[in-house]
C-alpha cells in the first residue's frame, strides 16, 4: 500500500490556459473522488468514479471541467480556459466501494495558482 | 448528507486531553459518523468513525450520544502533532458520493 499519489504536487498557469492533474489510487481501492480546497474551507466534492464509471458529479464541476478515469485506474481532472477562482487545492481520494463505513484515503494534492 | 456543526477553533495544553463536538442533529438512521484531520499543506487523514457505540483506536476515541444527535471526538493525551482542522462527517449507508466537510474545527496545541 504505496497511498494516493498525486501529480505535479504544483502548478502555475496562465488565465485562459489549460491544466491536466494525475490521481494514482490505492490499488485495489475501486472507488475515486476528486475534491476542490479554497483556503480556509474544507473540501468540496466535485465528482467520482466507481470503476471506469463517473457516477456523480458536483454542481462545482462546470463545463470547463472533465475527469476520466480509464481502465478504473488512474484518474485525470482537466480544467480548460482557466480563470483565476480555478486556484485552490485539488484534492483526490480513494476507497473501497462499502456501506458508508468504508474509509477514504487521500493524496497530498495538487495546488494550483491561476495568474 | 446531514450536515454537522463545529466550533470554528479550540486550543489544549499539550499531554492534556481534547474533547472536540459535533452537532449532527438531522442524523439520519444509517449515517456513519466519520472524522478526519488535516495537518497544514497535507491531504485529510481518517481518524476514526462510527454508528452507534462508542468507539476506540490508536489515534482516538468516538464517543456517541444516545440519541446520536451529537458526539464528541476525544485526544486522549495532545500532542503538538495533533495540531489540526478536524472535521466531523456525516455518510450515509449504500451511497458512494461525497463527504461533505463542513469548516471543521482548527486545534491549536499550546506547549
Known amino acids: 500500500d504505496t497511498g494516493v499519489s498525486q501529480d505535479p504536487r504544483h502548478k502555475i498557469t496562465k488565465r485562459g490556459q489549460n491544466v491536466t492533474f494525475r490521481c494514482d489510487p490505492i490499488?485495489?481501492?475501486?472507488?475515486l473522488y476528486w475534491y476542490r480546497q479554497t483556503l480556509g474551507q474544507g473540501p468540496e466534492f466535485l465528482t467520482y468514479?466507481?470503476?471506469?464509471?463517473?457516477?456523480?458529479k458536483s454542481r462545482l464541476l462546470s463545463d470547463r471541467f472533465s475527469a476520466e478515469r480509464p481502465k478504473g485506474s488512474f484518474s485525470t481532472l482537466e480544467i480548460q480556459r482557466t480563470e483565476q477562482g480555478d486556484s485552490a487545492m485539488y484534492l483526490c481520494?480513494?476507497?473501497?466501494?462499502?456501506?458508508?463505513?468504508?474509509?477514504?484515503?487521500f493524496g497530498p494534492g495538487t495546488r494550483l495558482l491561476v495568474l | 448528507d446531514a450536515k454537522t456543526t463545529q466550533p470554528n477553533s479550540m486550543e489544549s495544553n499539550e499531554e492534556e486531553p481534547v474533547h472536540l463536538p459535533c452537532n449532527h442533529s438531522?442524523?439520519?438512521?444509517?449515517?456513519?459518523i466519520h472524522w478526519y484531520r488535516q495537518l497544514p499543506s497535507q491531504g485529510p487523514e481518517y481518524v476514526i468513525h462510527g454508528l452507534t457505540s462508542n468507539v476506540n483506536n490508536r489515534m482516538a476515541s468516538l464517543a456517541i450520544a444516545e440519541d446520536r444527535k451529537s458526539s464528541t471526538l476525544i485526544l486522549h493525551r495532545a500532542t503538538l502533532r495533533d495540531a489540526a482542522v478536524y472535521y466531523c462527517i456525516l455518510r450515509e449507508a449504500n451511497t458512494g458520493n461525497q463527504f461533505y466537510f463542513g469548516t471543521g474545527t482548527s486545534l491549536t496545541v499550546i506547549p
Open positions: 438531522t442524523i439520519s438512521g444509517t449515517d456513519y
Open positions: 468514479f466507481q470503476n471506469e464509471a463517473q457516477l456523480e
Open positions: 490499488s485495489e481501492h475501486n472507488r
Open positions: 481520494a480513494s476507497s473501497r466501494a462499502g456501506n458508508g463505513a468504508e474509509t477514504q484515503y
